[in-house]
């Protein structure tokens, strides 16, 4: 059974420094895609950095600078650094495992942790 947990939420205010983590078990860690979503009430999914089985990244842009996605393939966990904090960055933020070269068939998701700037 795969499962994908993240932790590492919570309230901070803007400005502030937040890690999120999300270990991975049932999973080849090594060889799956990893991604950090968030979902902000009333608005979409969308993408906000992800990680290769290589270790090659890409940010959206309201982000770059601002986060930082690693990866840790002995503990089959991703982290999601998040520095200057915007209350814009205020949603759920999901965990994602894609294994490369099957679309859709290997795809799994975490739960979510909710991450909420305000003073």
């Known amino acids: 059974q795969v499962q994908l947990v993240e932790s590492g939420g919570g309230l901070v205010q803007p400005g502030g420094s937040l890690r999120l983590s999300c270990a991975a078990s049932g999973i080849i860690f090594s060889f799956y895609a990893m991604g950090w979503y968030r979902q902000a009430p009333g608005k979409q999914r969308e993408l906000v950095a992800a990680i290769t089985s290589g270790g090659s990244t890409n940010y959206a842009d309201t982000v770059k600078s601002r986060l930082t996605i690693s990866r840790d393939n002995a503990k089959k966990t991703v982290y999601l650094q998040m520095n200057s904090l915007k209350p814009e960055d205020t949603a759920v933020y999901y965990c994602?495992?894609?294994?490369?070269?099957?679309?859709?068939?290997?795809?799994?998701w975490g739960q979510g942790t909710q991450v909420t700037i305000s003073s």
């Open positions: 994602n495992a894609v294994l490369p070269g099957w679309p859709g068939e290997y795809d799994y």
